[in-house]
């Protein structure tokens, strides 16, 4: 139902909306305008009377009006739009007004909608979000006990190493470790004290590397540790470094013939990977060497670093 309210109620009602309106002729002078589009002009509703937009608004938002009519002309619409007016950003509506039987577009009415407050709590919501979606990957790709990547992180940085160091003609390194006699260690000791062997191992190892590398518990007690930009013998003086570095630790165990906690590492590295490889190929190729150059490493008595040559 339309009620027919007397002109001096709609005037009324028009002055006292809560979102700034504005009415525009062709040539972009105001018609009218209520209190709250007085304020954002920072002016008065006498002054704005009659008065051009270009005596209020930057040229950009006049030309937007002028082409709005051009649009409105061909029959189009005006999607809802973003500005930015004195340092507070706006969704805009535009509504033609028409009259005649042509129906003519002779003026537009301009509702501005400030959404500064929306915009800056969607920013903190997406910033939120991306945080949790960071957190999430991180989860996804740690092992929980160690604090190390987990084999899915180790396929996304060395397929994406691989390309890089592929692309760039750059050395790439992989070393495996085993923890000696971890089974027997388990068994005399229980698996709490097991747990915190291993995370006291997977401290020592990222003490040994730079932070560009990057360390992953493979499975159980084996551990594998990715050296980017790193050559074979680059890659042998780091894992001894780990070696030492896990001896260091001084873990007790009996059913060692070492009387502590001891690592094997088996090496393979590569001074350039041939293009046209895929990287998955290569990864699996230099995990299967350095898999190899760890059983070399137990056969020799463990608690040593074994390197294998690889050829593409």
Same mark, same amino acid.
């Given at each position: 139902?339309?009620?027919?309210?007397?002109i001096?109620?709609l005037?009324?009602i028009?002055?006292s909306?809560?979102v700034?309106v504005?009415?525009?002729d062709?040539?972009?002078?105001?018609?009218g305008?209520?209190?709250?589009?007085?304020?954002i002009c920072?002016?008065?509703?006498?002054?704005?009377?009659g008065?051009?937009?270009?005596?209020f608004?930057p040229?950009?938002?006049?030309?937007?009006?002028?082409?709005?009519?051009?649009?409105?002309?061909?029959?189009?619409?005006?999607?809802?739009?973003?500005?930015?007016y004195?340092?507070?950003?706006?969704?805009?509506?535009?509504s033609?007004l028409?009259h005649?039987?042509?129906?003519?577009?002779?003026a537009? @009415? &301009?509702?501005?909608t400030? #959404?500064?407050?929306?915009?800056?709590? +969607?920013a903190a919501?997406?910033?939120n979000?991306? !945080?949790a979606?960071?957190?999430?990957?991180e989860?996804?790709?740690?092992?929980?006990?160690t604090?190390?990547?987990?084999?899915?992180?180790?396929?996304?940085?060395?397929?994406?190493?691989?390309?890089?160091?592929?692309?760039?003609?750059?050395?790439?390194?992989?070393?495996?470790?085993?923890?000696d006699?971890?089974?027997?260690?388990?068994?005399?000791?229980?698996?709490?004290?097991?747990?915190?062997g291993?995370?006291?191992?997977?401290?020592?190892?990222?003490?040994?590397?730079?932070?560009?590398d990057?360390?992953?518990?493979?499975?159980?007690e084996e551990?594998?540790?990715?050296?980017?930009?790193t050559?074979?013998?680059?890659a042998?003086?780091?894992?001894?470094?780990?070696?030492h @570095? &896990?001896?260091?630790?001084s #873990?007790?165990?009996?059913?060692?013939? +070492?009387?502590?906690?001891?690592?094997s590492?088996? !090496?393979?590295?590569?001074?350039?990977?041939?293009?046209g490889?895929?990287?998955?190929?290569?990864?699996?190729?230099l995990?299967?060497?350095?898999?190899k150059?760890?059983?070399?490493?137990?056969?020799a008595?463990r608690?040593?670093?074994?390197v294998?040559?690889?050829?593409?």
């Open positions: 139902m339309i009620y027919r309210l007397p001096e109620d005037r009324q028009f002055l909306l809560p700034p504005c009415l525009l062709r040539e972009t002078h105001y018609l305008a209520n209190h709250r589009y007085a304020d920072n002016t008065s509703l006498d002054v704005l009377a008065k051009s937009m270009q005596d608004c040229p950009e938002l006049v030309a937007n009006a002028r082409r709005d009519f051009q649009v409105l002309d061909t029959g189009g619409i005006i999607p809802a739009h973003e500005i930015i004195r340092n507070t950003t706006f969704l805009v509506s535009v033609p028409s005649g039987r042509d129906k003519t577009v002779s537009i @009415a &301009v509702t501005l400030d #959404i500064s407050k929306l915009k800056l709590e +969607f919501v997406n910033e979000l991306a !945080v979606y960071k957190q999430m990957q989860h996804a790709e740690t092992d929980a006990l604090g190390l990547a987990n084999r899915h992180g180790l396929r996304q940085f060395f397929e994406r190493e691989l390309r890089r160091c592929t692309q760039e003609q750059r050395p790439i390194s992989v070393a495996i470790i085993d923890v006699y971890f089974k027997s260690y388990n068994d005399h000791y229980g698996h709490v004290a097991g747990d915190e291993l995370k006291a191992i997977a401290s020592a190892i990222r003490s040994s590397i730079r932070s560009r990057y360390a992953t518990r493979y499975g159980g551990l594998v540790v990715i050296l980017p930009d050559d074979l013998a680059g042998e003086h780091v894992a001894e470094t780990i070696l @570095a &896990v001896r260091s630790l #873990i007790q165990h009996k059913g060692s013939p +070492f009387e502590r906690i001891t690592v590492i088996g !090496v393979v590295g590569v001074k350039t990977v041939p293009r490889l895929y990287s998955a190929d290569v990864r699996d190729s995990l299967r060497s350095a898999d150059a760890l059983y070399a490493a137990k056969d008595g608690n040593c670093v074994k294998w040559n690889d050829k593409f």
